[in-house]
């Protein structure tokens, strides 16, 4: 569980994007993506993946809503082994799950508060939750989001906040505490979203940028610390839509490519090695409803 207060401070928050009013726009898309060379901390294996999704963005009278699952299926490189050597019969399998409501204080107050290269400011709060198994760790990640946004003034957008993260996790391998859910220190994180289309070209660049503190200790007996990690998420898609006679933006497809050092916390120059520092290149694909 969160602590009593982030909790209250959350839910209060994300009631205001739970109980939005009707959607002045909406976007509801599936997407694929495929790659061969996934990292996990602690195995040195290339892992191959098949990654579906879900998302759903939204705006309405105060703000916009963005939701996201991933469901995500390995192959047998990411699973627990046994004296080294993986479990062939085990292939790990993991949903996780995105929420971001952000309250435009334009909109609240009616009146633009564009000004030089912002064409907006608002508070963002949300939640990150995912499952996963057939691996040697399990993560049962909980975590709450909040903090100020600001909207730069560019083609499609480009959001940059400032968010404070309550993050938490209760793995089921046995090297870790056996003391029900760990709590990390609170700790910050830049997040960047952007969807830029690239002129009349056809194509456009979207993606994130997640650049976060170390978050203390890590849940492991030892104590080890967690280290600042750096999670780049982007994609080049191009719009097919005409090929299949569809609207424009329909159906995009391209590539993308995963760059994130550290992750989870872990440091990638120690015994978590080259698995804590991700280099994937994808194949991407999305249908938008």
């Known amino acids: 569980m969160f602590s009593r207060k982030s909790s209250i401070i959350g839910l209060a928050l994300l009631a205001a994007g739970l109980g939005a009013q009707a959607a002045d726009w909406s976007d509801t898309s599936i997407g694929y993506r495929y790659g061969t060379s996934f990292a996990e901390p602690f195995n040195d294996k290339d892992i191959k993946k098949n990654i579906f999704n879900l998302t759903h963005a939204s705006g309405y009278k105060y703000g916009s809503n963005y939701f996201n699952v991933d469901m995500l299926m390995s192959d047998n490189n990411d699973s627990p082994t046994t004296n080294g050597i993986p479990n062939k019969q085990s292939q790990a399998h993991e949903v996780y799950v995105v929420y971001r409501h952000t309250l435009d204080f334009g909109k ?41 946004t600001v909207m730069m003034d560019v083609p499609g957008f480009l959001n940059i906040s400032l968010l404070q993260l309550w993050e938490s996790n209760e793995p089921a391998r046995a090297v870790f505490r056996k003391q029900g859910r760990y709590h990390y220190d609170p700790h910050p994180m830049l997040n960047l979203a952007w969807g830029i289309p690239l002129g009349n070209s056809g194509f456009s660049f979207s993606g994130y940028a997640n650049f976060i503190a170390a978050k203390g200790d890590n849940e492991n007996v030892a104590k080890t610390k967690t280290k600042a990690e750096t999670n780049i998420d982007m994609a080049l898609l191009y719009d097919f839509s005409g090929l299949i006679g569809a609207q424009k933006n329909t159906f995009k497809a391209g590539v993308g490519y995963q760059y994130w050092k550290n992750k989870f916390g872990n440091d990638h120059n120690g015994p978590a090695g080259d698995g804590a520092f991700a280099k994937t290149p994808m194949l991407r694909a999305e249908y938008h409803f």
């Open 108 to 148: 609240i107050t009616g009146k633009s508060l564009a000004v030089g290269p912002f064409r907006g400011f608002g508070f963002t709060a949300g939640f990150d939750f995912n499952n996963k198994s057939g691996d040697g760790y399990q993560s049962k990640k909980r975590m709450l989001v909040a903090g100020p």
